[in-house]
Every structure is written in C-alpha cells, then in structure tokens.
C-alpha cells in the first residue's frame, strides 16, 4: 500500500439529492424495515421509540456529521483518511480494522439480502396468496435448500458488482436517486392500507404508548442503542466514504447528519405504522421476533383484499432497502483498496465483490452460522469500528479543526462548540460500555468468545500489516500530514 496520492481523479456526487439518497440509502436497509419493527415489539413499543430517538439525536446525528466531514476533509477513503491524520505507520492499521469489520458485516448481509430477492421473486409469482400456501414451512424450506441460498447469495453479489462497475455517478447515485424514493412509497402504501383495517388502531397505540417505566431498564436502552447503530451505520466507514466524494460546497451537517437520522427514524418508524396497524388487525404477536417479516406478516396477505399486490409492494421496497445499503457497504472497501493498491477500480469490484461472496458461504449455507456471526458482528465488531472512527477523530485529528475546517464549511446549520464534548468524549464511552456490557452479559459464551477474538485480532492484524507494509513501527511527524496531531 502507498501513501501517495490515488492514482486517478476523484469522483464526485453529481448533485446535492444524489448525496442525501445515498446517505438514506446507505442508512436504510435491513435494520428499518425487518429488525426495527420486531425490536420494537419486544421491547414494549413507544417505551423503545423514546430511548431509541433520543440516542438517535445525543450519538447517531453528531457522530455521522463527524465521520462525513472527515471524509471531505481528505477525500479519500478509510486508510488514507486515517493516515492524514495520524501520519504512516502501525496506526493507520486502525482503518484496516473499519475494513475488516465491513467486510465480515457484508458477507452475511448479502445472504439476508438474498432472502429478500427471494421473497420479491415469489411475490410476483402469486405464492403468498395461492391455495394451501403456509408461511412457516416455506421459510424453513428455503433455508434447508443449499442451492437457493447460495445461489441468492451468488446474485445479489453479482448485481452488487454490476452496479459498482459503473462507478459512482452512472452506477451508485443513478440507482439510489430511483431506488431510495421507490422504498419509501412502497412502505406508504402499505401503512395506508393497514390503517384502513378494523383493530389497526390498537397497532399505533402499542408503538406510540410509553410505559415509562420500561425507560429506567437497563435493556430498554441497551436494545435502542444496537438499533441506532445498526440502522445508522455509524462508525462502518460507510459515511466517511460517502463524505470523500462530496463537493466543496456541499452541507455536511444538514445532509450528513440531521437529514440522515431524520429519514433513518422516519423509515423505521413508517416500517412500523405499515407492519403494526396489520400485525394487530388479525391477532399476530407484536413480538414474534426475526419471523415477524418472513413468517408472521407472510401470513396476512391472503387475507388482506388486493394481498397479493400488497405483497408485490412491500418485499420489492424490502429488497431495494436492503440492496442499496449492500451496495454502499460494498463501496466503502472498493473505494480504500482501490487508493491503497494498483489494482484498477473494476479490478477491485471484482476482487471485493469475490473476497465478500467466499466469506459469506457460510452464513448462506446456515442460518445458525449467520445468527452468530451477527451477533459477533452487532456487538463488537461495529462499535470497535465505530471507536475507532471517532477516537482518531476526536483525540487525534481534534474536533474543533474538523468543525471548523470540513463541518461549517458552507453550512446551512452552524454546529457550535457542545459537538466537540459529544464526538472527544461521549460517544466513545458509550462504544466503551456497549463492548464492556456485552462482555459481562455473555461472559464464556460462542458469541462472546468469538467477540473477544475480533476486539484482539482485527486491531493486531491491522497494526503489523501497517507497520510491515510502511516499513515503521512509530506513526511519523505530523510535518506535512493534513490535521495530524490536532486537538481541540
């Protein structure tokens, strides 16, 4: 790898929507549609919401501001961007440890992202509203079936690679601007039909009643603050190479930050009012878990009049929240191997895209082996990226010089100084106490081992690549490295 500069011209967003669309569609996936509405019902509804709006408001938007505008500060993606800041060496190993975890996320996201292609195919064959159609024995035939779940798994990587070969304006923006819109008038369409049904209202008072008590435990939080992450992306590289295609005079505040988590929670919360008020309607359980989606749900269109369209809508908008986010996920390693080796850009979708598929076999051919590594991916591997993210930038690069030099550049919201508190200090002991809680509340389990051996391995392997590879163990002088050795 080489600290010189990339070997071509840098791409831009070509417009200020292209951006935003990218930001929602990076943000909005999997965790909106299929993870944030069961969360919701098994941690007692608006209690939930509360806890997670707020986190979303105290954490998501000031951390997301910080990692895009360190993204336009040195326009490259997330190794170069950590060696403008802490200079060559065994740190910049810190970006190769974002690498990684984005990678390991993204070999089991595409399998999931395949149940969702899956189900849109079906959707269209009519299967969810044929004669003597169960939902429970479909779902687990189609996990028991190798060939369907690698070959899910093979596709989605396949279009994942086809829309990054075309690059960032004729392939990434051209299909978020289309695909982001699409989703959320899918998601419309479907609550406007669940709140027409007799006992939908019982679905809005459960998601927006507060049991105020649920709010002093302890799990309330813990549970809001995995979505928020999960949902956001925040600390996944995904914002920070975003953030290095911007234009000058684009709003990193507004877009970057307090447009994202406002279309993130407004989402999750439509994803709500369109599977609740339904949910309710005929007598399914609110908390019914990971099935709510692909079993539960599944169930009630043959009852619903027009069911089966309904069923069209509703897994294709699925689909294209969830494919959009595998695609910008994808794009974060394209674009740092890309600036860090000779191979080509479409060398590297093809190397990416091929490293990620091999990776993910397994959780295709299990869905056990995906639990688990979700698990270990969920509450390790992102906030040890997510710390790493924002402990270079609040204690190394320095809050205050990013403010000022990326943050307020032709800001239409002025962030003033309180952001520095949240992004030095805040945010990182909230990362501390995630890794630390989940340690204690699965101490000696699968998951927690397998955690351990990403917190230890990945910042390792990271460190002596960047040691080996740079030829020096010590980061150099912050001569000439832009905003190397900041501090606020």
Partial sequence: MSSTEAKTSRAEWGSRFGFLMAMIGAMVGVGNIWRFPFVVGENGGGAFVVAFLVLLFLLAIPGLIAEVALGRYTGKGVIGAFRDVVGPGGLVGLGVVVVLVNVGLMSYYSPLIGWTLYYAIHSFLFTFTSAGFQAEPFFDAFLANPALTVGMHTVIMGLVAAVLLLGIRRGVERIVVYAVPALVLSLAIIAVRGLTLDGATEGLVFVFSVEWGALFESGTWIEALGQALFS??????????????????????????VFTALGDASVGILATFAVFPIVYAFGVQPDAGAGLTFVSLVQIFPELAGGALLAIVFFVGFFLAAFTSGVLITEVGVTTIAEETRLSRNGTVLAVCGAIWLLGLPSALSADVLDYVDAVFASWGLPLATLAIITVIGWKLGPERLRVLSVNQNAGVYVGPWWNGLVKYLIPAVMVFIMAYYAYDNFGTPEMIGGMVVLVAFPVVGYALMWYLEGRSEPASADGVPGAGGDD
């Fill in 232 to 257: 956001t992306g925040l600390g996944w590289g995904i914002a920070l190479t975003i953030g290095s295609y911007l234009r000058e005079y684009d709003d990193v505040p507004l877009g970057g930050g």
